[in-house]
Every structure is written in C-alpha cells, then in structure tokens.
C-alpha cells in the first residue's frame, strides 16, 4: 500500500531526507554525539517496505532506516523519522505503536535473539512552541506502585527553530533543505530566501542535483510560503539568484520566468539536460526514470530516490527495461 502525500511539506520533506546520504548526514550532525557515535552512518540503507504499517497512515512522510552498529555483526538498528509541521499530541503513542510493528515484522521475518535496537527521531519545523514531553511515561497516569510497568521510552526531537542559521549546517542539499523548513512558516522567509538559492549554485549539475533543485522550487510554489512570498516574487528572487549559476541553473531560471512556476521549473530542467546531454554529460537518467515510474506506479517512496540517486548507467539501464512490464514497483529493483 502507497500511502499518497498531500501535503507539501510531506512531500519536500520524503524527496530530501529519502536520499540515504543526505540522511545519514543530517542524523549523525544532529542526534546526541553519544547516540551519533554508537552508529556506523556508512552503512546507513532504507529499511524494506514491509516494516512500515498501513495503518498508521496519518504519518504520510515517515522515513525508515538500517543501520549497523561499529565492528558488525552485532544485529541492526532501525532510524524511524517523523515529520511534523504541527505538534501532535499522542506523538509518544504513536512512536511506541511504530515500535511494537517494526518488532513485530522482524520477528514475522525469522529474526531470533535480542530485539533491534529502535531509535525514533522527531523532526519539527511548525510555528507553535513543541511543549509535549518526550517521555512515553509522562503520557500514562502516575501511580507510584505501578510505574515499572509503564514503558520508560523516549524519542528525539529535532527542532529546527531552536537552531541559529550558522548551526545548520551540511552538504548543499541538507543545508538548504533545513534552512527552508525553519523559515517556511515564518515573515522573514522573503529575506533568507536569496541565501538559500545562493546556496544552489554550488551544486553540481547532475541529474540528482537538477532533481533537488526542482523539488525545491515547487515546495517553495506549493507550500505556505505563499502566503508570505507570491509567484512574482518567489519567480524573481530565483531567477535573479540563479541566472549566476552556471549555464543549466540560467536556463531553469530564463525558462521559469517565460512558462511560470510549475511549467517553467520543468521545462527548465528539461532544457538543462538537453544541454548537458549535448555536451556530453550524464544528467538526466535518473529523473527520467522516475518520471516513468511515478506515471505508472505513482509517487516514488524515499527508498525508490535513494536507488536512482546512487545508480550507476548501465543499472539504471535494466530497471529502465523493467519498467514496462513489472507487476509492482518492488518487482522493477528486485534482484535477478
């Protein structure tokens, strides 16, 4: 079951942090040192679909990880995000809910021994204070002869309001993403947008860069921050930024102000790669690929984003082929 994203800030925020690398960089930045240096983030990989519960559908834009432990072979530790735009009341509930499905999967799976380890990451970037405990005990009534029996589990909570800008900090992708998330509720968007397209021009021009670029934008057309910022504005601020960023980043930005925001973003794109192609380099391949699976199979889930942005031609290639007659999406990255 493919839950669908309604809302842009699930969207922009699965299309980002469902690339494994810019995740295991954001988790070992900005989890506790002690839990950051329990891991080992070079073996960070999206978990398998059948982990995640269909049922706890209203969390549309959970993200679920494996990663080993230093020295390996000590078993696996699962990384569940949660996104929030707003401060969800049962959050604690829900988190142990997530827990006792993934346990339940695993042992469904022939896992035997000790359980994994399972680390639940809140990431919230709404306007209102987050005031809600992040201790599921809290949540339970307080009778002293019983607290052994209530589960003493916490999760983390990433705010991203309580960061200065200078502390947000990372590769192009995860700095402009985090940067974007803190302002999009905010009055002052308008003036850190220009820093945050500024930023862009450092990309590299690859397939896996223009799609960033695209995915930006039409978070930044579509979410709230046009409320603050209208389309001639935010069409202004970005042309004018990334018109001084290299020949494909020009051509996005000439064609946005010529078709608008949404056609103008794609068919820039398209005009990018066609250059890119022209001259010889490798753009392109991976988003064309997604468009094809997004057209048959729908919105492509983060672990589909983590495969196209690390694949090499030739492999890219065969689940190209795949496409047309695979009964699921699974079944287009299974392995031979």
């Known amino acids: 079951m493919m839950t669908t994203l309604s809302s842009p800030h699930d969207r922009f925020f699965k299309a980002v942090f469902g690339r494994t690398e810019v995740a295991a960089e954001f988790l070992a930045r900005y989890l506790p040192p002690a839990v950051a240096a329990a891991l080992d983030w070079a073996t960070l990989r999206p978990a398998k679909d059948a982990f995640l519960d269909p049922e706890l559908t209203q969390h549309p834009a959970d993200l679920l990880y494996e990663v080993d432990f230093p020295g390996g072979g000590t078993g696996y530790v699962h990384v569940l995000f949660e996104h929030k735009s707003y401060v969800e009341s049962r959050i604690n509930l829900d988190l142990l809910r997530y827990r006792v499905r993934i346990w339940e999967q695993c042992l469904n799976a022939g896992h035997t021994g000790r359980l994994p380890a399972i680390i639940p990451v809140v990431v919230y970037h709404g306007a209102k204070a987050w005031r809600l405990s992040r201790r599921f005990a809290d949540d339970v009534a307080d009778v002293p002869a019983l607290r052994e029996c209530i589960p003493d589990c916490v999760y983390y909570l990433i705010d ?177």
């Open 160 to 336: 991203l309001s309580g960061y200065r800008d200078e502390e947000l900090q990372g590769a192009v992708l995860l700095q402009t993403a985090l940067l974007t998330l803190k302002y999009i509720f905010r009055d002052d968007l308008r003036e850190r947008l220009p820093e945050i397209f500024g930023l862009l021009r450092e990309l590299e021009q690859s397939s896996s860069g223009l799609d960033y670029v695209i995915t930006l934008l039409r978070y930044l057309a579509q979410g709230p921050s046009t409320e603050r910022l209208n389309a001639d504005e935010l069409r202004r601020l970005a042309t004018t930024v990334l018109s001084g960023g290299g020949e494909t980043m020009t051509t996005i930005a000439e064609q946005w102000v010529q078709e608008g925001i949404e056609k103008g973003i794609v068919k820039g794109i398209e005009k990018g790669i066609e250059k890119g192609i022209e001259k010889g380099i490798p753009v392109g391949e991976s988003l064309l690929l997604k468009r094809q699976l997004t057209r048959r199979f729908g919105p492509v889930p983060g672990w589909v984003e983590a495969k196209l942005a690390g694949a090499e031609p030739a492999q890219l290639e065969v689940w190209g082929e795949r496409v047309l007659d695979a009964p699921s999406l699974e079944g287009v990255f299974a392995q031979p």
